[in-house]
């Protein structure tokens, strides 16, 4: 179950990046640091989503 709950809980992270990058995108002053680092990061979670969800399956 703990599994689960991390991987429920960077999907969760992962949204809230999403929301996070549309948001500054949408600034009149964007800034360019802010966007690429908020892309870096949901990057990482999304990797580390699919790294889990594959391990998942390949334990199941």
């Known amino acids: 179950m703990a599994l689960e709950d991390r991987i429920e809980a960077l999907k ?26 908020l892309k870096s990061m949901k ?4 990797d580390e989503i699919e790294r889990l969800t594959k391990g998942d399956r390949a334990i199941a």
């Open 43 to 46: 990057l990482g979670v999304k």
């Open 12 to 37: 969760k992270k992962h949204a809230d990046l999403d929301k996070q990058l549309h948001e500054e995108t949408c600034r009149a002053s964007a800034d360019q640091q802010t966007i690429t680092k």
